[in-house]
């Protein structure tokens, strides 16, 4: 005889919980993958299409499933659930630093399917498993309800994880806290279904996963060695926007200590104390470039902030600058960790729409916009360089800071005929090491001075954090002639992230413990 429908307020609460850690998930995979393969639109492609992979076989599952034994498998599933999410959260800083190896786009995918695949599939599967347990006989049997109840939950899974847990905790954290969620969801559906039978076998195993997930986190080193240098952390600074590490690197046997800015494990700034010249050589060049191509006293606009050292040091050398990040913490982390420059105006904006509101009247611009790995795509296109030109003064200079690929690859000549064509001429290319390949700063000069790009001379050049030597770096001139095979990256067709996905494994990381995010 067939038992009586489940009680379903207690089906629907379940339900609830378990809608809202799946759209989480998402939002957690995210921020977990960023630091290794970026947090673009690959990234996004293989989180939403591995995800509708994930629970279209949860649901094909959870139709066989709720043929026999229901009950048990409602109270069973969120628990496993959570034990897979425990280990996730406990092995993740072992196996996602592996994925660059194969390529961004391929790295994106297998960690996607490592991160989300095995949660979302157990999870889905309750949805079909709740319909068996309420279900009279009668019209579609509660199915309705059951999905929007579902997605109801998802939706504030969504704004509990972008609002609640990642500004305040680690990625990894987070996976416990949904973990725990899930496991008491099971201890409640056993009793008000009176399948505690069910849970027995499970229930430990999911406890001991959050317990491990745990403990890998509240054990946090303070000191990591990270090849020959030593760090330690300084300070986390978490944001919906980002979370920001700021750490100390020593090199036993040199002089000096490098304050480091950390955003989804990339260096963003760095500062020697005690040590002459900058500790990056990005840095170094762009600031040579800047100097040598502006006059004393000019105004300088530089889009990016994080920890301000270029904007400081361009402030001290007597430019007037303003430097706008989208990023709210920015400035208080720079003020706070970095020395920013007292007399650096800091705005808090886009920098697309402050371009595109900005009047004439900078007699340089630099360009340094990244998000974790990435350029944001929106600051890539023709249009973007035809607003920041629009800002300049007639003869002034742009300078852009791009990681990307090698000179003769798409994506790297679809940004250079962008640049080309927004500012009517050459664009000068300063690299530390001319034709290597890989993905790796490179400093693109446009405007009046590219026609004539000076040779930069850098007295204290960096070959590594620590050490200094004295370089001449002499441009490369692309012109417009020599882009005319390809079309310049425009907000109609930009294929930018994929094309360097495709092109090149995802940059090195600096892979700094987790616990610290």
């Given at each position: ?316 050398a007597g430019f007037a600058v303003t430097a706008v990040d989208v990023n709210p913490a920015a400035g208080a982390v720079a003020e706070r960790w970095f020395d920013l420059a007292p007399d650096v105006e800091v705005v808090v904006a886009d920098a697309r729409l ?108 960096p070959r590594d954090l620590f050490s200094r030597e004295s370089r001449r770096l002499a441009p490369e001139l692309v012109t417009p002639a020599d882009l005319a095979d390809v079309a310049p990256l425009t907000d109609w067709s930009n294929d930018f992230a994929l094309s360097i996905a495709l092109a090149t494994p995802a940059p090195s990381v600096f892979p700094v413990p987790a616990q610290w995010y």
């Open positions: 005889m067939p038992r009586d429908p489940a009680p379903r307020l207690l089906v629907f609460a379940a339900l609830f919980v378990t809608g809202a850690a799946t759209l989480a998930l998402e939002l957690i995979a995210s921020r977990l993958l960023t630091p290794y393969v970026g947090g673009g639109l690959t990234v996004w492609t293989a989180i939403l299409s591995v995800t509708l992979l994930a629970l279209a076989y949860g649901y094909h599952l959870g139709s066989r499933w709720s043929a026999a034994d229901a009950r048990r498998r409602f109270v069973r599933i969120p628990a496993l659930a959570g034990a897979v999410l425990g280990l996730t959260a406990a092995l993740y800083p072992l196996l996602l630093p592996q994925l660059a190896i194969g390529g961004a786009l391929t790295g994106a995918f297998v960690g996607v399917t490592l991160v989300l695949a095995p949660a979302l599939v157990l999870l889905s599967a309750m949805g079909p498993l709740g319909i068996a347990l309420i279900r009279t006989g009668e019209g579609d049997s509660g199915a309705g309800e059951v999905f929007a109840v579902s997605t109801v939950g998802s939706v504030v899974g969504v704004f509990v994880a972008a609002f609640l847990l990642l500004p305040f905790m680690a990625p990894p954290a987070t996976l416990a806290v949904l973990a725990l969620a899930l496991i008491a969801v099971s201890v409640a559906s056993a009793r008000g279904l009176r399948e505690t039978a069910g849970l027995v076998l499970v229930l430990p195993g999911a406890l001991g996963a959050a317990a491990l997930a745990g403990a890998s986190l509240v054990v946090a080193p303070e000191t990591v060695a990270l090849g020959p240098y030593r760090v330690a952390h300084v300070a986390t600074e978490r944001s919906p926007h980002a979370t920001i590490v700021v750490a100390d690197v020593t090199r036993p046997g040199s002089e000096g200590v490098v304050r480091v800015y950390l955003e989804e494990n990339q260096v963003q700034s760095a500062l020697g104390r005690d040590l002459p010249g900058r500790p990056l050589s990005y840095a170094a060049m762009t600031e040579a470039a800047v100097a040598a191509t502006t006059p004393p006293g000019g105004r300088v606009l530089v889009l990016g902030l994080a920890g301000g050292v270029i904007a400081s040091d361009l402030a001290r402050f371009l595109e509101g900005c009047a004439r009247g900078y007699d340089a611009m630099l360009v340094d916009v990244f998000s974790g790995l990435e350029i944001p795509e929106h600051l890539v296109v023709r249009e973007t360089f035809a607003a920041a030109a629009g800002c300049l003064r007639e003869g002034g200079a742009l300078v852009v800071n791009a990681v990307v690929p090698p000179l003769d690859t798409r994506p790297t000549r679809r940004l250079l005929a962008a640049i080309a064509a927004a500012t009517d001429g050459a664009v000068a290319v300063y690299e530390e090491t001319p034709g290597a390949g890989g993905r790796r700063n490179r400093i693109l000069l446009a405007g009046v001075p590219a026609r004539n790009a000076p040779t930069l001379v850098i007295g204290d050049y």
